[in-house]
């Protein structure tokens, strides 16, 4: 497809996030079905909700756009979910995984907020103040999603992987000062 105009482009970055939401209501239960703090989990499944609607809100704005609602493979929102994925797979405690999948998702939010801020402003400017509007109230829900899992991180995810690498230093003195699956000194001691 060729560009010549902001509206061209407006409707292909609406394709790719269209796109890329829909990649989400995917990767969201798998995400909430992985996190072991309630909070987080119920954070997923709240976020998941919003996501559908936020599918709902671009389907409208294809529709007032006369264009039928179909999506451009996002490589972006792909390359986040494998991210996210691989975290899922690794070997860690429920404290540090609860932690990785905040960090997972808040890589998703920040690609969300700034994507949403360009096409509120191509509506804007190409006068579509209807579209505008929704893309704002996307945008405020993006953001705010990413200000609740900093909260939780801060509050109690983090702290708590933290915890357990405390716990974890404090099983290793009690070993001699070695740890067994590294067989190297433990923090502070030579």
Known sequence: MTMDTLQELYLEQLQDIY?????LTKALPKMAKTATNDELKAAFEQHLEQTEEHVSRL?????ELGEKPKGKKCKA????????KEMMEEDAS???MDAGLIGAAQKVEHYEIATYGTLRTYAEMLGFDD????LQETLDE???TDENLTE???????LEAEEGEDEED???EEEGGKSEEKGQPVKGRK
Do not use: H, P, T
């Open 142 to 144: 993006e953001k705010d």
């Open 19 to 23: 796109d890329a939401e829909k990649q």
């Open 77 to 84: 929102m792909q390359g986040l979910i494998e991210e996210g």
């Open 170 to 172: 404090e099983g290793e």
């Open 59 to 63: 389907e409208r704005i294809f529709e």
């Open 131 to 134: 579209q505008a509007d929704l």
């Open 94 to 96: 429920e404290e540090v």
């Open 152 to 158: 939780l991180a801060v509050s109690c995810v983090n």
